[in-house]
């Protein structure tokens, strides 16, 4: 761990995104006493959480720390060099273009979405270079965390990743704490093709639990679901151990195992003979995993990769197969050696 510079952890952070995610890490910032401004793209929104002191939608039981205030004005943000952005991948281009003309040239911007770009199927990171140029520092924050034990002061291990090894180490003192473990990467790449394949083999360990297909056959699904991410982030310039590590297996088995991650539960619906609309409307939330599983399968064929979990959770998206379909076409694929 690098020696805690006080000056980055002093320094003021603007929140992008006022949903759990993005809320949960700035009560924690706060709560450390750091000045956090937390933004949300909804005026009336932004009226009731600073009359309220909470955001009483997503994380109703947290009050604000005093060092917490709410903006609904980008412009505001112009005065900030650090920015966190937690909004849902199909808003992140929207967001960071409608934030350009606010940012400085010495803004550093570090995220904590997980997805694809819903318009082009790029990584974040690509979307970020290409709206925002190169010359600003990047960092990636992700790994196994639900944003209400992150508020409840949980104890919880996450990954930073970045090519920039002083803004990285930045970020680690700001964030790291006995509750809150940061571990350092370079491997921009595979953090972000972890957080992306988890979110669609949550739905399909969802479908296969609402199926009731057992303990077993949840054990096969995130094991070969696994093997899958591995191909991908491979064939994309990810480093393998990226995807044993916390943003890879940690943050599968969390969103595949446990109930408040929002892509399990979507495939629970649909295991239980819900449709997809049905389920995203009882869930009230974005499910990532339902916005990208489309675009993985599209990368996963361009790049010649095998993805059959990920396919099927598609075709039953799509509704191209019925569930005991699905079941038999990833029981019947030929025999082959495990790596």
Known sequence: MQPSDKNAVNQPIAVLGAGSWG???ALYLARRKQPVILWTHNAANAAR??????????????????????????????AYTDILIAVPSAAFRETITALKPFLKPSARIVWATKGLDA??????????????????????????SFAREVAAGLPTAVVIASKNKKYATDLINRFNSSIFRVYLSTDMIGVEICGVVKN?????????????????????????GLAEMVRL????????????????????????????????????????GKSASVATKEIGQVVEGQQNTELVVKLAKHLNIEMPISETVLNILQEKISLNEALQSLLSRATRTEN
């Open 200 to 224: 669609v083999l949550a739905i399909a360990t969802g479908i296969a639990d609402g199926m009731q297909l057992g303990a077993n056959a949840r054990a096969a699904i995130i094991t070969r």
């Open 49 to 78: 959480m600073a009359s309220e002191g909470s955001n009483s939608r997503y994380l109703p039981t947290h009050s604000f720390p005093e060092s917490l205030s709410i903006t609904d004005n980008l412009a505001t943000l112009s």
């Open 233 to 272: 982030g491979i064939a994309m310039g990810g480093l393998n151990e990226t995807f044993m590590g916390l943003a890879g297996i940690g943050d599968l088995i969390l969103t595949c195992t446990d109930n408040q991650s929002r892509n399990r539960r979507f495939g629970l619906a649909i295991g239980s």
């Open 119 to 144: 318009a082009t199927g790029q990584l974040l990171h690509q979307v970020a270079e290409e709206v925002l140029g190169k010359n600003h520092d990047y960092a990636i924050l992700s790994g196994p």
């Open 23 to 25: 809320t949960g890490l």
